[in-house]
């Protein structure tokens, strides 16, 4: 994100806001950034007396706001953080320190899961000064990519398999993603400079064989045979491999598919763009729409769907989530 990375340089540069109003579902960045200036802004010596850490279910707004008024002692700045903000009583009260910050007082508060109403008083003020900062869950497309480029930043280079093994097994929880790409690195050791996936079925425990992207190339290019060998072991490790999980890889891919239809310049380049895809997944879309046809492409976006809602026991009575996924996998096909 590319506010979060702006963010972070002008940390590093030591250009500090008055105000970090941090919010919204993905919570990593709102950590990231709060946990950069709780180590870096301050000496060890300076924290003693000009760091205070507050909670707040435990706190109220106007104590926050004494403690924001207050000038450091033998330092620049002082720092001030409010983690779990969200459950501050009455946090519009905030507003009366934030229409008149202190340039020496950097104030963090972590606002995690919700978002301010910024035509209130308070999100009008923090707007205005530049000082609130929304981050908001990713999309199943994006993940492979920032996978990559994070570890791009520790110096690895992973292949497009694998980054997409990891976007599919991991999910859109970045703070989940980092620990496990943390550990990857680790043991894999200092000599590899590429994941491939053989390191990551070996060190994290996800087959290179068995997983959803797998399962959608046989489904795309018609492999009967590999697709059904991939659902036998969905089947019998539906903790591992969840319906939903496999509806939603689904779904996105022939969505994209239906729009695929539609491009009128299908070069690479163009349908890279436009789907919001690596350049290198382009042929799995080629090869869908010589497979299946558009109607047929209208007809299994249906299926998905009512798979989707049977998996959440809307008109399934007893099938597991097993069966269910052989039956949508079967219609998908035929």
């Not at 002082?78 to 905030?94: G, H, N, R, Y």
């Amino acid at each position: 994100m590319k506010e979060f990375q702006q963010i972070m340089a002008d940390l590093k540069n030591r250009q500090f806001k008055p105000i970090y109003f941090l919010m919204g579902e993905e919570t990593y960045y709102i950590d990231a950034i709060t946990n950069y200036i709780i180590d870096n802004v301050l000496t060890e010596e300076e924290k003693g007396f000009n760091q205070s850490i507050y909670y707040g279910k435990d706190v109220d707004a106007a104590t926050i706001v004494m403690a924001a008024r207050r000038y450091p002692m033998m330092s620049q700045y002082q720092v001030v953080v409010v983690k779990e903000a969200q459950s501050l009583d009455k946090i519009e009260e905030l507003q009366h320190y934030a229409s008149a910050p202190l340039s020496s007082t950097i104030l963090v508060v972590n606002y995690k899961y919700k978002t301010l109403d910024k035509r209130k008083k308070l999100g009008t003020i923090l707007k205005k000064s530049n000082g609130i900062f929304e981050f908001k869950k990713m999309y199943d497309n994006q993940v492979s990519a920032w996978i990559t480029g994070y570890l791009k930043q520790e110096n690895l280079a992973i292949d497009m398999k694998a980054s997409s093994l990891l976007a599919d097994a991991l999910g859109t929880d970045l703070s989940k993603i980092v620990k496990e790409l943390d550990k990857l690195k680790v043991a894999v050791g200092a000599g590899v400079t590429q994941i491939t996936p053989e390191h990551i079925e070996k060190n994290i425990g996800l087959s290179k064989d068995y997983n959803s992207f797998e399962l959608q190339k046989a489904i795309l290019a018609k492999d009967i045979l590999k697709a059904n060998k991939i659902i036998k072991v969905f089947a019998k490790n539906p903790k591992d491999h969840p319906i939903q999980a496999t509806i939603s890889v689904l779904f996105n891919y022939f969505s994209k598919l239906m729009i695929y239809y539609y491009l009128g310049d299908k070069g690479k380049a163009n349908v890279a763009k436009e789907l919001g895809i690596n350049p290198y997944f382009v042929q799995d879309y080629a090869i869908g729409a010589r497979n299946y046809s558009g109607r047929k492409v209208v007809s299994v976006i249906s299926i998905l769907r009512e798979f989707d809602m049977k998996s959440k026991g809307f008109g399934n009575v007893s099938a597991d989530t097993g069966d269910l996924l052989k039956e949508m996998i079967f219609k998908i096909m035929h």
